[in-house]
C-alpha cells in the first residue's frame, strides 16, 4: 500500500484528487478548514499540513480503496496535483502550516488580499432558476384552461421543450413544462387506440425532460420521480424505443442520486432487450441503444469499474459506427462524436486527466452541434485542467463553456462548484481573473 512518511500539500492534494473530491468536501472529510486545503493546493510542495492534519491524512489514505490509492500514487509519480515536481519535499523552502484559519493578524498579505477578493465575489448569487411552479404543477396539477391541445400541437411542444434543454435554454424550458403538464390528461382524455399509445410516448419524452431539467439544476429526487413517470408512460405506449429512451433517463436519475450499481444493470438490461425487440433495424433503435451503453459507462466508470466501462465503450462505438452518422434521433445525440465527448468524461472520472485533455483535443467541434454537448465538453475539459493542476488553461476552458451555454454554468451545482473551487485554488492574475468571472457568471465563492 503506498505510504507517505511526511505530507506535503502535494501530497494532499493528489490525494483529494484521487478520491474525486472537491475542496470544500475534502476539508469537511478531513475536519479542516477549507482555507487550509485551498493552501496545500496552492502551494503545493511548499507547505506541510500540522501534525493533526498529517494524522488525519494518514488515515484517510489508509481507508482508501485499491483503486483510490492506486490513483493517488499514478499521481504522485506524474506530478500532476497541480505543482511543480520536487526533488526534495523536505527542502529548505518548505515550511509547515499552522492552521491558523481565523482572520486575524497572523494571515499572510496574500491571504488577505485572497479573503477580499473573495468577499468581493460573494456579492453574485447563483442564479439557478426557479422549479417551484414545475413543482406544483407535477405533484398538483391545475385544470388545463382551454381547449385540448391536439395531438400534433401536444407533440411539438414537447418537442421544443426538448429542443431548449438541448440549447441549454432551462429557463424557457420549464416555462414550457409548466404549461405542457397540466395539458397532458386533456389530451390522453381525447385520444384512443394507436393515437393514444403515441401520447403516451410523448408523455414518455415530456417527464424524460422533466427528469433532465430537474438533474440539472440539483433537484435529484424529483427527478428519479419525474423519471419514474417516463417509464411507466412508456411501458403504457408500448413502444420498444420509447421504453429504452425512458429507461436512459431512469439510469441517469439513479446516477444522480448515488445508485450507480442499479445505473449500470438498468442500461444493460435496458439495452439488451431493445435489441432483442427491435433487432436495431430502425436508426432511432440503433441511437437509443448506443446512448444508453454510453450513460451505463459513466455508471460503471464512476464505480470505477474500469473494464466494463471501456467494454460498454467499446459496444457504443460498434453502435455509432452501425448508425453512419453524428445525429439527434430520438433526441440521443449520438454518434462517434458523441462516443468520443463519453471517452473524455470517463477518462476524467476514471482519473485520467491527461488522457481526458488528449482525446478532447481530437473531437471535430463543429460536428458537436448540441450546445448542451459542447458545454459538457468543456466543462469536462476545464475538470481535467484543474484536477490537472493547470488552472489558467481550466478557467479558459470555462468561460468557453460559459460562452456557448451561460444558464448550464450558472445553473449546475457541479459547475457552480469547479468555478468556485478555481476562484481559491489559483494564484495571483489567475485568481483574479476567475474571482471576476465566478461574479460575472453570478456565482458566489
Sequence with gaps: MATV???????????????????????????????????????????????????????VLARATPEVRERFEALRTAGTSGATAVTSRLDAGAHADTGDDGDGDSCS???VRRRDLLRGAAIGVAAAPNVAPLLDVLFSPPPSDGAALSFPQFSRAVAAAKIDYQACRYERALDRLVTLLPSLEPVKSSANGERRQGVEA???????????????????????????????????SQDPVAIAASARIMTHALMGNSHDAQAVT????????????????STDAVAVYGALVLRGAIAAARRHDR???????????????????????????????????????????????????????????????????????????????????????????????????????????????????????????????????????????
Aim: proline share 1%.
Design 109 to 111: 498579505d496574500g491571504d
Design 5 to 59: 512518511t511526511t505530507w506535503t500539500g502535494q501530497d494532499a492534494t493528489a490525494l483529494r484528487n484521487a478520491l474525486r473530491m472537491s475542496v470544500t468536501a475534502f476539508a469537511e472529510h478531513l475536519g479542516a478548514a477549507r482555507r487550509t486545503v485551498a493552501k496545500w493546493s496552492s502551494q503545493g510542495s511548499n507547505v506541510l499540513p500540522r501534525a493533526d492534519m498529517q494524522a488525519a491524512l494518514d488515515t
Design 307 to 445: 473494464d466494463t466501462a471501456h467494454a460498454m465503450l467499446e459496444e457504443a462505438t460498434r453502435a455509432a459506427t452501425r448508425l453512419g452518422y453524428d445525429g439527434n434521433d430520438r433526441w440521443t445525440g449520438f454518434g462517434a462524436t458523441n462516443v468520443l465527448l463519453h471517452q473524455v468524461n470517463i477518462a476524467l472520472t476514471l482519473g485520467d486527466a491527461g488522457t481526458a485533455v488528449a482525446i478532447a483535443d481530437t473531437v471535430a467541434l463543429e460536428k458537436v452541434t448540441l450546445a448542451e454537448r459542447k458545454a459538457s465538453l468543456f466543462v469536462d475539459v476545464a475538470r481535467a485542467y484543474t484536477q490537472w493542476g493547470r488552472y489558467e488553461h481550466s478557467l479558459r476552458a470555462l468561460r468557453t463553456a460559459y460562452e456557448v451555454a451561460p444558464e448550464k454554468v450558472r445553473c449546475r451545482p457541479t459547475v457552480r462548484r469547479l468555478a468556485s473551487d478555481l476562484a481559491v485554488l489559483a494564484n495571483g492574475s489567475v485568481r483574479t481573473a476567475a474571482v471576476g468571472f465566478a461574479q460575472s457568471a453570478g456565482i458566489r465563492v
Design 266 to 281: 438498468l442500461a444493460e438490461n435496458a439495452a439488451g432487450s431493445l435489441d432483442r425487440d427491435t433487432r436495431l433495424a
Design 202 to 236: 410523448l408523455a414518455a419524452d415530456l417527464y424524460h425532460v422533466v427528469g433532465s431539467v430537474l438533474l440539472k439544476v440539483g433537484d435529484r429526487g424529483t427527478a428519479l420521480v419525474a423519471a419514474e413517470r417516463s417509464t411507466r408512460a412508456a411501458a403504457r
